[in-house]
Nanobody, 124 residues
Framework: EVQLVESGGGLVQAGGSLRLSCAASGLSFDDYSIGWFRQAPGKEREGLSCFSSRDGRTYYTESVKGRSTVSRDNAKNTASLQMNDLKPGDTAVYYC?????????????????WGQGTQVTVSS
């Protein structure tokens, strides 16, 4: 069974940093692109970043571009999202997801596998 497990969320002050991790099992990890998404109450799920399994490129949406970095370690079947300069507007549940490409960051429902999410709360 495919399983993705996020960790690293918590409470942080505005301007601080967090590193979220995603541990994968039950799939050939290096065959899958890993995306990061978030969802705040009352808002749609939003794509943040993706690490492509096809060409090794990384992608970022405007919400996090310039202050976040995505990485992966195929040997350990893990992926990470480093988030800096956090703002109260970043408060949300953060998810990692796996799919065969990064082509559908704007369509979260099309992604194949999802973790359970980890809460990030940024206080002012």
């Amino acid at each position: 069974e495919v399983q993705l497990v996020e960790s690293g969320g918590g409470l942080v002050q505005a301007g601080g940093s967090l590193r979220l991790s995603c541990a994968a099992s039950g799939l050939s990890f290096d065959d899958y692109s890993i995306g990061w998404f978030r969802q705040a109450p009352g808002k749609e799920r939003e794509g943040l970043s993706c690490f492509s399994s096809r060409d090794g490129r990384t992608y970022y949406t405007e919400s996090v571009k310039g202050r976040s970095t995505v990485s992966r370690d195929n040997a350990k079947n893990t992926a990470s999202l480093q988030m800096n300069d956090l703002k109260p507007g970043d408060t949300a549940v953060y998810y990692c997801a796996a799919d065969l490409s990064c082509d559908y960051m704007d369509s979260p429902s099309s992604w194949t596998f999802w973790g359970q999410g980890t809460q990030v709360t940024v206080s002012s």
